[in-house]
């Protein structure tokens, strides 16, 4: 063999080498990628089923959370329940002519399900429906509110308020003795929702605030008691007013809760204290006022009371004896009073006064007449006056 001829030889070895190589690369390579794909279809295959036993954890969770707040399966039992939870919670919400009743007949959901019907009706102002509804809403109960129907009251702030409810019985909910009345965990509070509700009254016309009748400042003295009484009058016939005092600036004060305050001020001196008026309405209105009070020293006492002037005349002196008479055998003496337009009868013994003159007729002899006062004695005539 030529050199030529053996130079292709091994050109020609080296070929097929390298063809085979690759072949058997390919061939492995295959079944590598093979391998990767049916790892990837079983990886798939055993998600798919993890994920499957997961949900159904989950939903079997689900479901033993459900049979806490469903209904028993005995359904005398779960109406029994479910119509007391409601008439306690409409005692607690106070409302009026409250009625609780079952709607129509058991709806069957399949599985053992059951959906039982309720209704509830009742007057109630805008914030107890709105209590109401929340307790309703958070209750850790299977129930739901299916329609509810709001109607003002002529000339007052109630509202007509019906509802039918829907509630869920389940084949593994337990046989109780009463339900929850608790919110769920993780409930909002009930502020979130009087804030934007009760600021919107779509009920009624607007609220009108309070009048405050009061004075803008007083005088008070030292050592000395001070009763403050603010009055205060609403606008809205239904609304009632309730008056706070903040007195805090005041050392000693004492406020009342209807709204009176009493201090007794230990020293002179200018104070001020904050009056609010605030309204039950929807939304509640105020009215506040600052008032001023001045301290003071107390005044003098007043003088005491001087005895009364003596008269500037006796009446006494304008008595005149203007009749000498007998009656019933007896002397008997009459004494016209000028001053006063009347006329006394005397009889010997007999006392009388005449302003401040105090007398006694002692005896009557001829047209001479003898009068006691005190101890001294007076005598006149006819026609003279008692005193000369």
Known sequence: MTPREKKLAVITGLLVAALGLLYAGSWIYQGFAQRQREIARLRSELDKAHFEI??????????????????PKTPDLARSLYQNWLVSLAADRKVKQAQVGVAGSIRNLGGGFQEHQFTLGGHADLEQLTRLLYDIQFAPILHSVKSLSVEPIR??????????????????????????????????PIEEYLSPILNRNLFGPENQPPRLRLESQFIAYRGQPFELRPEAEDPDKWDTVRIEID?????????????????????????????RAVDDGF????????????V????????????PPPPSFNPARFAVVTGITSV??????????????????????QKFQIGPFEGELVSVDG??????????THVTRLGESLLQ
């Not at 997961?54 to 209904?71: C, F, T």
């Not at 000693?252 to 104070?271: H, I």
């Not at 016209?336 to 013994?349: A, F, I, N």
């Open 247 to 275: 007195a805090s600036a005041l050392s000693g004060a004492r406020t009342s809760r209807d709204g009176r305050l009493a201090w007794t001020p230990q020293g002179p001196g200018e104070y001020s204290v904050t009056v």
């Open 283 to 294: 939304p509640a209105r105020e009215t506040k006022r600052t008032v001023r009070i001045v």
């Open 155 to 188: 000339d007052q702030r109630d509202l007509n308020i019906n509802m039918t409810l829907a509630v869920v019985a389940m084949p593994t909910a337990p046989e109780r003795q009463q339900l929850p009345r608790s919110s769920v965990t993780g409930a909002p």
């Open 328 to 349: 019933n055998g007896q002397p008997q003496v009459w004494v016209t009073v000028r001053t006063e337009g009347r006329t006394l009868k005397l009889s010997p013994g």
């Open 367 to 376: 047209k001479e007449v003898v009068f006691r006062s005190g101890d001294k």
């Open 296 to 307: 003071r020293d107390p005044p003098p006492p007043p003088p005491a009371p001087s005895a």
């Open 54 to 71: 997961q949900r159904g954890i989950r939903i079997a969770e689900q479901l033993n959370e459900y049979a806490e707040r469903a209904l």
